[in-house]
């Protein structure tokens, strides 16, 4: 059965302070998207990373691909406020056409 | 360019009662899929069309069925209602498929079941 597991589930970090949210699968998936869900509100999608080693960046966020480790990380640089929110990644299964999430990981930055 | 519109934005029903739910996608795309989001769940695929035909379905009961139009709106359809069906049911539009680009979400239907 394919597990995507998003870890830390739950991050409270200080303004200004650099982290990592790992994604881990456990199938071959060389398709693997970054989202953002804002408490009460939908999904807007953040990367969308295609090949081993694919490497995106906007702001103060970085995603990269890895799929020999079937790992991908969203680093958090200089964290603010405006981060908080929460974070899903999603692969697709190398025999399937299906989009899986992973468990998210909720972000708040304080002060 | 409008974004994803699905309506309603809320719904209250009972045990055993059946639901649809609305989904308009950004103009000129083909792909709706569909997703069942919970606490206790996350957020699990339930099914995608792309030009009128299901192109996927999740592991969802068949009390969960969908269609699409000619002009790419979708509809959900919960027939049955149990009380684990309260969720935010969120729809996505792409140009091509689900599992291809990104995705474009709406801002949900939240239904709670009584």
């Known amino acids: 059965e394919l597990k995507v597991e998003q870890n830390p589930l739950f991050l409270s970090m200080q303004e200004g302070k650099n982290y990592t949210i790992y994604c881990n699968y456990s199938t071959t998936s060389d398709r693997l998207y970054w989202y953002r869900q804002d408490p009460g509100k939908s999904l807007e999608s953040l990367f969308v990373?295609?090949?081993?080693?694919a490497v995106k960046q906007e702001g103060r966020l970085m995603a990269s691909l890895d799929t020999k480790a079937r790992l991908s990380t969203l680093h958090i640089t200089a964290a603010v406020h405006d981060l908080s929110a929460t974070y899903f990644c999603?692969?697709?299964?190398?025999?399937?056409?299906?989009?899986?999430f992973g468990t998210g990981t909720r972000l708040q930055v304080f002060p | 360019k409008a974004g994803v519109t699905q309506t309603p934005r809320y719904l209250i029903k009972t045990r055993g009662q059946q639901v649809t739910l609305s989904c308009s996608p950004i103009?000129?795309?083909?792909?709706v899929s569909w997703y069942q989001q919970t606490p206790g769940q996350g957020l699990q695929f339930l099914f995608e069309?792309?030009?009128?035909?299901?192109?996927n379905k999740g592991n969802f009961p068949g009390r969960f069925s969908g269609r699409q139009f000619s002009n790419s709106r979708s509809e959900m359809n919960v027939s049955t209602l149990e009380l684990g069906d309260s969720a935010l049911y969120l729809c996505a539009s792409s140009l091509w498929g689900a599992t291809n680009e990104k995705l474009f979400f709406g801002s949900g239907t939240q239904l709670s079941v009584l």
């Open positions: 069309y792309f030009s009128e035909t299901q192109r």
């Open positions: 103009s000129g795309h083909r792909s």
């Open positions: 990373l295609l090949s081993n080693g």
């Open positions: 999603a692969v697709v299964p190398g025999n399937t056409d299906k989009l899986i």
